[in-house]
């Protein structure tokens, strides 16, 4: 079958709590990407900041942003200077007392291509998200752009088959996640271990049920809790490329910062598509109940 060659590049960070100091981070790397051939670049979750969800502080609002803002002029500049499709993840002030974890796409001429925002919203010790945000009210809508239409997702969200299954139906070539996943001081190495295996094992698994490949893309590094109530949460990093049949292709460092960049085969998809006909074979007659909470 013909192919159609992307360059992805995944940029993964440790951020501190100087905003400009993480911009201008990013700024780099994502310059140092397209240097590199990336025709696509993914950010982390909440990647202006450190993560403030570790505590529930009203004073966090103030990092909030309406869309568009300031960090879109920044980020929209970017692609159009680097000619890249991005994809960023921002604190979104929609009104007084409305806010959002939103995805903003940029396409390569600087244009927002599109936004998503986050649907799953977890409330967790040390993710206290239920409290900074709304969950999210576009549904689950892939992003045209000039290098393929986007399923992009959030973090919290990689966790939900229903997700990743609405994406491919509505024709995405791509699965994305930008996220900060970590573990929580008192996790013992071995349940470290599993977690991060279940993280990745779940989102291969929407690779393989879709026949999409993934991009996830996580912080890395230790960040303090501000209430020292926990020693803080250390971002697990490993930002990773799975195919359409869920076989890894990379993956970064589980400590460092890391750029990569990554050829995926868009046309694979319909390869593998062939060979194993998921969409052919549902049921969607005998679906009944996906709706409900619970049916027990």
Not at 64 to 91: C, D, M, Q
Not at 180 to 201: F, L
Not at 244 to 252: D, K, L, M, S
């Amino acid at each position: 079958m013909n192919t159609r060659k992307l360059k992805i590049g995944l940029i993964q960070q440790a951020n501190t709590s100087d905003l400009r100091v993480n911009l201008m981070g990013l700024a780099k790397s994502i310059a140092a990407c397209a240097a590199n051939g990336a025709q696509l670049i993914v950010l982390q979750e909440l990647h202006n900041s450190l993560y403030f969800c570790q505590t529930e502080d009203t004073h966090n609002f103030d990092l909030a942003e309406p869309i568009p803002g300031p960090s879109t002029n920044f980020y929209g500049e970017l692609a159009k200077r680097h000619h890249v499709v991005l994809v960023t993840s921002l604190f979104e002030r929609r009104a007084a007392g409305l806010y959002h974890n939103t995805a903003v796409v940029f396409d390569a001429d600087g244009t927002n291509a599109g936004k998503y925002r986050k649907m799953h919203i977890p409330d967790d010790p040390g993710f206290y998200e239920k409290f900074y945000f709304t969950p999210g009210d576009l549904g689950f809508e892939p992003i045209q752009t000039s290098v393929g239409k986007l399923g992009v997702q959030v973090c919290w969200d990689q966790w939900y088959p229903e997700g990743a299954r609405l994406m491919a139906l509505r024709g995405a070539e791509l699965l994305i996640y930008p996220t900060a996943i970590g573990w929580e001081s008192n996790d013992s190495r071995d349940e470290q271990i599993r977690q991060r295996d279940a993280w990745m094992t779940v989102m291969r698994g929407h690779a393989v049920a879709n026949n999409l490949p993934v991009i996830a893309v996580n912080r890395v590094g230790h960040e303090a809790d501000p209430s020292q109530t926990t020693d803080g949460i250390v971002f697990w990093g490993s930002s990773f490329v799975a195919d359409p049949q869920g076989t890894i292709v990379a993956c970064a460092s589980c400590e460092e910062e890391q750029n990569m960049i990554v050829e995926v085969d868009l046309k694979r998809t319909e390869e593998v598509r062939c060979w194993w006909p998921f969409l052919r074979d549902r049921r969607i007659d005998a679906y009944e109940g996906l709706d409900k909470r619970y049916l027990g």
